[in-house]
């Protein structure tokens, strides 16, 4: 619970206290935490669909060694955060001229099969597991948790000051066979080399 909503709490209790009865304070106060959280959800849906974008800025931006595939293989792994706006924006896309085809995945055994791997942070804990599937393999790993870049993935999504920023690990790039473009690196905040 935020400073901010808890002095909003106190300074409603304190106005309301000898007002209303406990009981209508209550659904008063039930009412404003489902109104807050609905407006966290729709916060984290609209970072969400940012994201998604930059999903697809990212693989525009980076080069692979070989064509192995006909089709752009974008996974995710663990529980998927994009809902449906990935899919949208991914529909009618091409990357380096293949189709775009999304997997949601669960399990580790697949993830060198894909080109780009976002980690959510549902599955973030598998992190290692993940980073040995893919050693060596031409896969983009992209995750959004703290400390990540340093620990193996590839590209890492922050959120500072209402904005998406990015920071790039570009040996752990370098040793995947990846290319990641300098007009990608040049919009990173943190560089790691």
């Not at 780009?116 to 031409?138: C, E, N």
Request: include cysteine; hydrophobic fraction near 45%; charged fraction near 20%.
């Amino acid at each position: 619970m935020t400073a901010t909503f808890k002095l909003f709490i106190h300074r409603l209790c304190r106005l309301f206290a000898c007002r209303i009865p406990y009981a209508k304070l209550s659904v008063l106060l039930c009412g404003a935490c489902l109104a807050l959280s609905s407006n966290a959800h729709a916060d984290e849906a609209a970072e969400y669909t940012l994201k998604a974008a930059f999903l697809y800025n990212f693989a525009i931006f980076t080069s692979w060694p070989d064509r192995t595939t006909d089709n752009f293989n974008l996974c995710i792994y663990g529980k998927d955060p994009f809902s449906q706006d990935l899919d949208s924006l991914m529909r009618k896309k091409n990357i380096n001229e293949r189709k775009v085809i999304i997997h949601r995945m669960n399990t580790i055994d697949q993830l060198d099969r894909c080109q780009l791997v976002f980690i959510s942070r549902a599955a973030i804990g598998d992190l290692a597991g993940v980073i040995h599937s893919i050693q060596d393999k031409p896969v983009l790993t992209v995750a959004d948790s703290p400390g990540v870049s340093e620990q193996g993935v590839v590209l890492n999504m922050n959120v500072k000051n209402d904005k998406i920023t990015f920071e790039a690990n570009l040996n752990r790039a370098r040793k995947a066979g990846l290319n990641l473009s300098s007009q990608l690196l040049r919009l990173a905040t943190e560089v790691h080399q």
